[in-house]
């Protein structure tokens, strides 16, 4: 299962420049093709908002993340974790991304 930070809750959607602060995340399915939309609760946190995301990632089973930039303190857990990080274009829908890793 992959995550995307999505700007909004479907597949049209484009990738969130944010990381951690995204409104969104897509959980999708490699082997299934399909997509999951969870609300990430904690964008508004006041601080260690990138190593909570990546702490929640990984307790609902992600082993990628496919974004257009992760912060120093999320790239650290996301890697203590063991989930790979790939850097997309911005500009980029869910949909758009999502179609490459099925292919």
Request: proline fraction near 5%; glycine fraction near 6%; hydrophobic fraction near 45%.
């Amino acid at each position: 299962m992959v995550a995307i930070p999505a700007s909004a809750n479907n597949p049209d959607a484009f990738v969130d420049e944010r990381f951690a602060r995204c409104p969104y995340f897509c959980f999708f399915d490699k082997k299934t093709g399909n997509f999951d939309f969870k609300e990430n609760k904690i964008k508004d946190a006041l601080g260690g908002v990138g190593p909570q995301v990546a702490e929640f990632l990984a307790n609902n089973g992600i082993v990628a993340v496919y974004a257009c930039e992760v912060g120093p303190k999320a790239k650290i857990t996301l890697e203590k974790l063991n989930i790979t990080i790939t850097i997309v274009n911005a500009n980029q829908t869910i949909k758009q991304i999502t179609s490459l890793l099925t292919n």
